[in-house]
């Protein structure tokens, strides 16, 4: 959809790959077509996936455009504490994409209630997550391809045959266990060559064993790699790689290391201090196994420059008062 619409001119392409115009805000004009075709599918075992482009940025707006009326109502609303500190396009930003996500969750629960009113809810499995998040330029000079949190960690919820009891999930998941999933829980059986592992195991509680990492990898604006463990985040970047060109590098160089436990909001980065060497180095064995089990050639990677001490932590409470000190 991107390039193609806009919010409010809606644009599809159908199995002709002809343009069909859709009418509406474009979460609800797409929300209009999956209901259709459930109702026109509700006899059939069916799979539908529904791309929603919001709350993506407007690459050719640089905006996150709300439905009208919207964006004022989230406008000075609560910031996430990352956003207080490093500022980006949040202050501009942040009211419309709240506004979007609020429109999107209206959307859900049309979708919820259209598979209630067919008796479809307790025989359908709904998967609701996203390919990235948004740091609103405060890592880089874009919003999204970045090894930190808010570009990396995702809504992800299940509804459904066998994820109907609540809760959440305390392991590491990543995208890629998924598709497993969704094919363990239909009683389909996983290709071998498919990447990732089912997560029912974990909402049954009979998991034995599961990674205590995930891997990351991020291109486009730069060609790197990263780890992340459930204190630890791992970041490495090549310094020659084209992020549009190349797939993956012969050298990388630590770019970041955070304790996500001390420092969730990652606003210290460790790499380069003494103290910290020997978890970089353990963390940098583990990420080098995880590149080559991904099919990567094991690559170079070159110790951060040495830093005499740590960056000082600041305090979230001081960070948001130099913040709001910093808009009046």
Request: some cysteine; hydrophobic content about 40%.
């Amino acid at each position: 959809l991107e390039f193609t619409s806009d919010v409010y001119d809606t644009v599809v392409y159908n199995t002709d790959s002809e343009p069909v115009k859709l009418p509406g805000y474009r979460v609800d004009a797409l929300t209009d077509a999956a209901i259709r075709y459930v109702d026109d599918h509700q006899q059939d075992p069916f799979f539908l996936f529904i791309s929603y482009l919001e709350p993506h940025h407007q690459n050719h707006l640089d905006d996150y455009p709300p439905p009208v009326g919207y964006r004022e109502q989230y406008t000075d609303r609560w910031t996430p504490p990352d956003l207080v500190a490093l500022r980006g396009s949040s202050p501009q930003h942040l009211g419309g994409y709240y506004g979007m996500v609020k429109r999107l969750d209206e959307a859900l629960g049309r979708l919820f209630d259209a598979l209630r009113s067919l008796d479809l809810l307790d025989d359908t499995i709904v998967l609701f997550t996203s390919d990235h998040g948004c740091h609103f330029k405060t890592r880089n000079a874009e919003y999204k391809r970045s090894c930190h949190e808010a570009s990396i960690r995702v809504p992800t919820a299940i509804s459904g045959p066998g994820f109907d009891g609540g809760g959440q999930l305390a392991e590491l998941v990543s995208l890629v266990d998924l598709p497993p999933t969704l094919l363990d829980a239909a009683g389909l059986p996983i290709p071998a060559a498919m990447e990732g592992r089912s997560i029912l195991p974990l909402v049954r509680r009979e998991a034995a064993a599961w990674p205590e990492e995930v891997f990351v990898q991020i291109s486009e604006s730069q060609v790197a790699r990263a780890i992340r463990t459930h204190r630890w985040k791992y970041c490495v970047n090549a310094p020659d790689g084209v992020g549009w060109r190349d797939a993956n590098a012969d050298r990388y160089v630590e770019e970041a290391l955070y304790d996500l436990q001390a420092d969730p909001y990652e606003l210290e980065n460790l790499a380069g201090i003494d103290a910290f060497r020997d978890v970089a180095d353990d963390l940098r064995e583990r990420l080098l196994a995880r590149m080559v089990a991904a099919g990567e050639t094991a690559p170079v990677i070159e110790a951060a420059p040495v830093r005499p001490g740590g960056q000082r932590a600041t305090s979230i409470v001081d960070v948001r008062r130099r913040y709001n000190d910093q808009r009046m």
